[in-house]
């Protein structure tokens, strides 16, 4: 898979484990969970380069899609993520609250979803 198939891969498990999750599916969920993880997984083998092709779902239509892109995206692109996250953090429900944990990991320095390589 190249980057944009991956790039497609995490956006369509992302939406697809947010609605699983909104039926009561946890299992389904977790399937779908497990898929983007594989694809953000080689996308961040690819470097910057994966990692500015998954900066595209910062602008992505669904809030889920942008959140969980920004996510693994804060120490990367931090000042656009971190905008995300708050913009989603203001809302109610699952995705909002998702975005809200995200920041306080990343205020608590216990955020890990992209770690700085080990020299």
């Not at 990692?51 to 120490?75: G, K, Q, Y």
């Amino acid at each position: 898979m190249n980057v944009e198939e991956l790039v497609e891969q995490f956006a369509e498990s992302v939406a697809a484990q947010t609605e699983a999750i909104m039926r009561g599916d946890a299992r389904t969920g977790n399937k779908h969970a497990r898929k983007y993880g594989a694809a953000v997984d080689k996308l961040l083998a690819h470097g910057n380069a994966g990692r500015d092709a998954l900066s595209a779902l910062l602008a992505h239509e669904r809030m889920d899609v942008r959140v969980m892109a920004a996510a693994h995206l804060l120490r990367y692109r931090t000042a656009e993520a971190k905008a995300v996250l708050e913009e989603a953090a203001r809302g109610e429900g699952l995705i909002p609250f998702g975005a809200q944990q995200a920041l306080k990991r990343w205020e608590e320095g216990t955020w890990a979803l992209d770690p700085e390589p080990s020299s």
